[in-house]
């Protein structure tokens, strides 16, 4: 049973990449491009999926905002900071700030997600340990900082000194990977709609992220989701945080440049 799930699953990829295969040469060098008519990733969910996330009563995501709300004035380190020290009331100090991310520090030049920005914060400004990637205290200081974009447009700057990682982003959105030998784009661009393993293919768009997926029943980072993507392609899976993935996320996220913030989406 387990078996044959799995090979339909594989036929199912490698029929997506031939047919992707014979119709359209892919490559590394294909330019940046917008969708022509951008839409969430709620809009390719089942009509039950998309309730949930419209119903803050019933939305299981919003249990790690709730989280986050009480570990923003949550003391920590040696001088019993908390966020709520410094920013005082996150629902009006975040404003917008996750649509702006991934942002390059000026001070370090290095491109941070909010994820890391959140744990930068916790170890120069409070002297706390940085929390773990996809432990339950940063999904949920993640996503109460998320939720106050929510609404509120995409925009990311990819020009200057973030034009590398732009570039670099967009290279690893192209480039085939894994053992099936496909491209983020072939899915996510050239296959919108199309049904795999009974998923819809969607644009691929970030804007619900941190979010809860049934799948996994609990919350999860916009990593673990490009981890779910690496390994449905066979393709090396990388840690959660690896520069390529932020770099990704840039890319990702000039992408759906002007479209609102959904987080915390829930996803099947
Ligand atoms: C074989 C097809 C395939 C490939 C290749 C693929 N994905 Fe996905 N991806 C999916 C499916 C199926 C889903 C779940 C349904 C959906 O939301 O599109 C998904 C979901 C996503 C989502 C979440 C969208 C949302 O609104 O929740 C993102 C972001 C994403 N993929 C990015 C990527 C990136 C970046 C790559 C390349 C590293 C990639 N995917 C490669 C099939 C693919
Ligand atoms: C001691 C003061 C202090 C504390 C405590 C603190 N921060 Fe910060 N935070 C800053 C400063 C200063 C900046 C501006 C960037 C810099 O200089 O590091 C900043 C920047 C940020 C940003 C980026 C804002 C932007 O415009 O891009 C976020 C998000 C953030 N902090 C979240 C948090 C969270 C969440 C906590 C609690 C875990 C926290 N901060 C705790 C001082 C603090």
């Known amino acids: 049973m ?4 799995r090979t339909a699953a594989v036929l199912a990829f490698l029929m997506i990449g031939a047919a992707v295969f014979s119709a359209n040469a892919q490559s590394p060098d294909r330019p940046a491009s917008r969708p022509a008519s951008p839409k969430h990733g709620t809009v390719f969910q089942s009509p039950a999926t998309q309730a949930l996330q419209a119903d803050d009563g019933a939305n299981p995501a919003m249990l790690w905002v709730g989280q ?7 003391p920590a380190g040696p001088e019993n900071k908390s966020c709520a020290t410094c920013h005082a009331d996150g629902t009006q100090s975040m ?5 702006t991310y991934p942002k390059l520090d000026p001070k370090s030049g290095q491109l941070l997600n909010l994820e890391s920005r959140i744990n930068q914060c916790r ?6 340990p940085a929390y773990t990637y996809e432990s339950a205290q940063l999904l949920a200081l993640t996503a109460y900082v998320t939720i106050q974009s929510r609404g509120m447009p995409r925009q990311v700057t990819v020009d200057g000194p973030a034009a590398a990682h732009f570039e670099r982003g967009r290279a690893f959105y192209m480039t085939r990977q894994g053992q099936l030998n496909l491209a983020c784009a072939q899915c996510h661009d050239d296959n919108v709609g199309e049904k795999l393993r009974g998923d819809t293919i969607s644009q691929g768009q970030t804007l619900g992220w941190p979010g809860y997926r049934l799948e996994w029943q609990t919350m999860g980072s916009l990593h673990r989701r490009l981890r779910a993507c690496s390994l449905g392609v066979r393709a090396e899976i990388l840690p959660f945080g690896s520069p390529d ?10 992408r759906s440049k002007d479209l609102p913030l959904e987080s915390p989406a829930v996803r099947r």
Do not use: P
């Open 2 to 5: 387990v078996q044959s799930g």
């Open 68 to 74: 986050g709300e009480t570990l923003w004035s949550a």
């Open 95 to 99: 404003k917008g700030i996750a649509a």
């Open 123 to 128: 170890e120069q400004h409070m002297h706390a």
């Open 245 to 254: 993935y932020v770099a990704l996320e840039l890319y990702l996220a000039w």
